[in-house]
């Protein structure tokens, strides 16, 4: 009942909130003997639980919650747990207040043909405005403006556009690396693809 990717009920009694007190589990959804058949879902998993230690303890985050039980209900559907963790990423971003600015371009103003994430800034920028400076920008993959399905190559670029800030406000300031269960996610993501593809 206690194993990763669980999800549990619990219940925790004292007799006054500085006490010690006792949890009391009962499990509402058994995935950890699925997950275990699946290497890509535990390296999922282990990431998942990676990025949940940059929130403050005691710190609530529905939303994030409530992500992460979504991407723990498609781990063993590798492609779309991987968008899924690329959209739990940019909500991590989001909710620690890093959030990436991807309603309009931050040169023009325009809310179309917007094809880049400046490094920078962390706002969308159009194919028109970003041009000159398109090797030093971050691609935006589509699926993260108007969702749906997304290939290996958004998904991919998707991971880069997080992991570029993850690791600029989150990973680097704190001097704490990014799980290594990301990159062998990656690896094992790519891997599979190109088997398939």
Sequence with gaps: MLQPGNTLQLTWRARLESHLGMF??????????????SRSGVLALQTLAAHLRYLAER?????????GRVILDHLDEETS?????????????????????????ASTGR??????????????????AGAPW????????A?????????????LAGFDLTGHF???????????????ARD???RQFRAANARSG
């Design 24 to 37: 009391t589990a009962e499990l509402v959804t058994a995935r950890a003997a699925r997950l275990i058949d």
């Design 134 to 141: 398109a090797d030093r920008m971050l691609p935006l993959p």
């Design 184 to 186: 062998q996610f990656l």
């Design 166 to 180: 993850l690791v600029r406000h989150l990973a680097e300031p704190r001097a704490v690396p990014l799980s290594p």
């Design 59 to 67: 710190d609530p985050h529905p939303a994030l919650y409530e992500t």
């Design 111 to 128: 809310r179309d043909d917007l094809v880049y994430v400046s490094p920078k800034s962390g706002r969308a920028v159009s194919r028109e």
């Design 81 to 105: 747990a991987a968008r899924l963790m690329v959209r739990f990423e940019m909500a991590l971003l989001d909710e620690l207040g890093f959030g990436l600015d991807l309603s309009k371009c």
């Design 143 to 155: 699926f993260l403006l108007q969702g749906g399905e997304a290939g290996t190559d958004d998904v």
